[in-house]
Structure formats: structure tokens, C-alpha cells
């Protein structure tokens, strides 16, 4: 397979660790190890201070599926397989998909959910949003773009970048669209969790259809990106079986320092999860209110997730603004040539503390 270069994070290569700021990412302030070990119940600690660094089992740790569990209503240890978010999409559409395929994903979008389906030489149509209506995703729009030969489709809730969540009956019309036709449902879903409404939840897509594929990760809603874990869940025992298999010509099995600290953090949530959700609706309102005043953006509050699609109100295409931002104040911003949509927009990120400073330093 020869697979095109991943735009959004050769552009992070280039800044993320030279830029002063970071106005565009999609994950939270990572928390530190003496935090996340603070958290640990005894047995836990005991684990961790035992711990010999050797190999895992392939799906992983049986302590630490039965903490993924919690985030389900009906999976169950061995409906999860653990790999790093990246290479659980590489692995699950190299098993499952073939050249000739059709498959639909939503976009904009991270490259990594359609580019390799394109490589294998699937036909990929793109499921677009109605960005005058606050980038809604109308799934009678998804439902025209299903084929005979369509094989799968790929959802991303609460949606990167644009912090759409759908409704509880859109989610459902979705669902119901690939059940028809028993069309494997792959959702990426790891900004699940970060809801700024509680009543606007919507359940799991591997709890809700069993042909469903969940994705989720210790990186977005956890602030632990550094441990590199994540992992599918779903009822189809067979797909998941052959990912399994397949992730023996990557990672093999997963870190054993990072599943130790992983469980830690599944098994208390509200320690990580909470403040992380307090810092990004607090962040939302700072930026709401300097987009007001500075009359550069049209900003569409978004519904969920840690990141806003945001219009530049300029003629300047986004790539060349956003370069000459971090070149001239330190501020990266990632502009929206890095997802193939046009050249109009950036993404902002709400998850980092430092928020304030960065728009105090743009606002100069």
C-alpha cells in the first residue's frame, strides 16, 4: 500500500514544538504521572510499583478491558480490543475493507478516518455539512450517498473539528440507515465524553447496533495522550478477531506502564474527565467574546468535543494567515487546507489552560 502523507499532522511536525502556543489543538492539558498515581486505589498502586516491563496480552489487559467497559452498557471484556487510536483505524479497514468497495465518511475530517480506505482503492463519497445551519449533518443527505456497494460508513460524534453533536433522533435515523442494509457502522469516538450538555448524551453506536464499531482513547477526553491507547469495542466478534490478528504485524500488544495508568484514570473518571469539560466551556466563552470583539471570525458555538470550525471573516486563504500568525506571534493555528476543505476556515481548541494568554498575545 502506498498511502498519502497525513496533511494535519505534517503541519503539527512542523509547529507543535516550536510554536509558542497552541491555539489549535483537539486534546486537553495532558495531566502529570504524580496526579494520575495519586488517583490509583491500593491494588493499583501495588501494580504499578510491581510492575515488570515486559509484554501484554495482544487485546489487552483483563483489568483494563473491564474498565474500558465502563464507559458501555453492554460490552463486556471480550468485546474490546486495545490498540493506539491510529492504529486501531489502520487495522480495522485493512481487515475489513477490499478494492472496489464504497465507503462513506463524513468531512471535513481527520485524514487518518478516510485515507486509508482510499489507498486500498475503496470509492470514498464524502458526507457533507450544512455550515450555514452550524455545520448540521443532515443524515437524509447520508442516506442519498448509500450504495449497493456500500461497505462502510464512518461517523465522528462529537465531530472534529467542527463540535457538531447530532440530536438523539438523528442519532438513531443514522443507526437505522446502516442497520437497513447491515452496513458495518465505524464510529470514532473519542471526544464521546466531552458533553457540555448532559441532556444532549447520546449512547455508544456499539451499544445501540451490533454491527457497530466503536473507537475511543485515553488522548481527547482523558488528557493522557502521551500513553499512545486506545481500543475498538463492538459486538462483531469476527471483525474484532481479525483486528486482533492484524495488530500482530504492528504493535503486537500494548505498553504496560500506559495500560496501568490507563486503568487508573477509566476507573475515576470525574477526577479527569470533569475538569477537562469545566476548562473547555470556560475557554468557549473567552473565545466567544474575543471573536466579538475582534471581528476576524465567525464563530459557531460548538455543540460538544474540544474544538470549533472557525470562518476567517478575511480574503487572506487560511494557510497563508495561519502561517504568518506562528511566524509573527507564536500561535499555531491549524488552517483548513490541513483537512482538504477549503480555504476559509481554522480549527480552534478549547482544552489547554493557557487559553487566556494566547488571546491576549493574539489580540495584540
Known sequence: MKIKDFAIERYFAE????????LSSSDCDGYSMQYVLDQASPPERSRWDSLTLGYTETRGAAALRTAICKQYTGIGEKDVVVLSPNEA????????LE???HVICMAPTYQALYEP?????????????QSE??????PARLQELVTPQTKL??????????????????????????????IVLFSDEMYRALIHDPEDEIPSACDVYENAVSLSGMSKVFGMAGLRL???????A?????????KDYLTICSSAPSEILATIALNNPDKFIGPNIKKILTNIELFRAFSESSDLFEFYRPKAGSTAFIKLKTETPALQFANAVVKETGIMLLPSEMFNYGTHHVRIGFGRANLPEILATFGK
Open 238 to 246: 469476527a471483525l474484532l478477531h481479525k483486528v486482533e490478528a492484524f
Open 117 to 129: 480506505a482510499e489507498s486500498i482503492g475503496c470509492a470514498v463519497s464524502f458526507w457533507l455539512p
Open 15 to 22: 509547529h507543535e514544538f516550536t510554536a509558542k502556543y497552541l
Open 133 to 138: 445551519k452550524n455545520w448540521y449533518y443532515d
Open 230 to 236: 486506545g481500543w475498538l469495542a463492538s459486538k462483531n
Open 99 to 101: 478494492k472496489g468497495d
Open 153 to 182: 460508513i464512518i461517523v465522528n460524534f462529537p465531530h472534529n473539528p467542527t463540535g457538531h453533536l447530532p440530536s438523539a433522533e438523528d442519532w438513531n435515523t443514522i443507526i437505522g440507515i446502516a442497520r437497513e442494509k447491515n
Open 89 to 96: 483505524i489502520f487495522s480495522l479497514m485493512n481487515v475489513l
